[in-house]
């Protein structure tokens, strides 16, 4: 139930390193959210155009976390540190061109294997 998509300026990123950030945020959603793997999915979107301070040529990333329940203060706050750390790391993105949106659904708002997760 948890999703991150992470749309990044940058052109190409290699196989590996799309593996090595899905596993990262999944294990970084998973223990901050106390959600299962088996229900994350993670979303990687390179090479897309992203203006941020009208400059589009410095490489910049806008993530988006939804997640089924509430997501309180503290949590954005942990996950917004930790997701910034993973991809300066990673994609070598500076935390200051990078934005975070948070999301928090009810039950009824999200549908998996054919019905929602309020049942």
């Given at each position: 139930m948890p999703l991150l998509i992470?749309?990044?300026?940058k052109k190409a990123i290699s196989s590996d390193l799309v593996s090595q950030i899905e596993n990262e945020s999944s294990r970084i959603l998973s223990e901050t959210l106390k959600k299962s793997t088996d229900y994350i999915m993670i979303k990687i979107a390179a090479g897309e155009n992203i203006a941020f301070a009208q400059d589009s040529?410095?490489?910049a990333i806008y993530m988006e976390v939804k997640n089924v329940g509430e997501i309180k203060p503290a949590t954005s706050r942990d996950l917004a540190k930790k997701l910034t750390a993973l991809t300066h790391k990673t994609l070598e993105v500076s935390p200051e061109r990078t934005y975070i949106e948070f999301q928090q659904s009810e039950r009824h708002l999200w549908g998996w294997a054919g019905t929602t997760f309020a049942g």
């Open positions: 992470i749309h990044c300026s040529l410095t490489p």
